[in-house]
Nanobody
Framework: QVQLVESGGGLVQPGGSLRLSCAAS????????MSWYRQAPGKEREFVAH????????IYADSAKGRFSISRDNAKNTVYLQMNSLKPEDTDVYYC?????????WGQGTRVTVSS
């Protein structure tokens, strides 16, 4: 079955960096569009970045442009989110999403806290 396991979250100071990872299994990774979303308590989950299947093209939310970078390693079945110049408002639970044959799958999330 499809499994997505995020890691790499934690506490970081404003201006710092983190790299999130999402290890995938149970489907053909290179054929899936992989994405990162985030969600704060009481708020809707919001889009952060896509890595489009096959082409590897990327799309970013305005809040992520210039600071975050999504990448994928198809050999390792892993998608990454490099986050730089982190701000307190980036504090959220970050979720990995895979779209496989028009079906969405989600990981369990990894918490990122940006605070001094």
């Amino acid at each position: 079955q499809v499994q997505l396991v995020e890691s790499g979250g934690g506490l970081v100071q404003p201006g710092g960096s983190l790299r999130l990872s999402c290890a995938a299994s149970g489907f053909t990774f290179s054929s899936a569009t992989m994405s990162w979303y985030r969600q704060a308590p009481g708020k809707e989950r919001e889009f952060v970045a896509h890595s489009i299947r096959i082409s590897g093209s990327t799309i970013y939310a305005d809040s992520a442009k210039g600071r975050f970078s999504i990448s994928r390693d198809n050999a390792k079945n892993t998608v990454y989110l490099q986050m730089n110049s982190l701000k307190p408002e980036d504090t959220d639970v970050y979720y990995c999403r895979a779209v496989v044959d028009y079906t969405s799958y989600w990981g369990q999330g990894t918490r990122v806290t940006v605070s001094s």
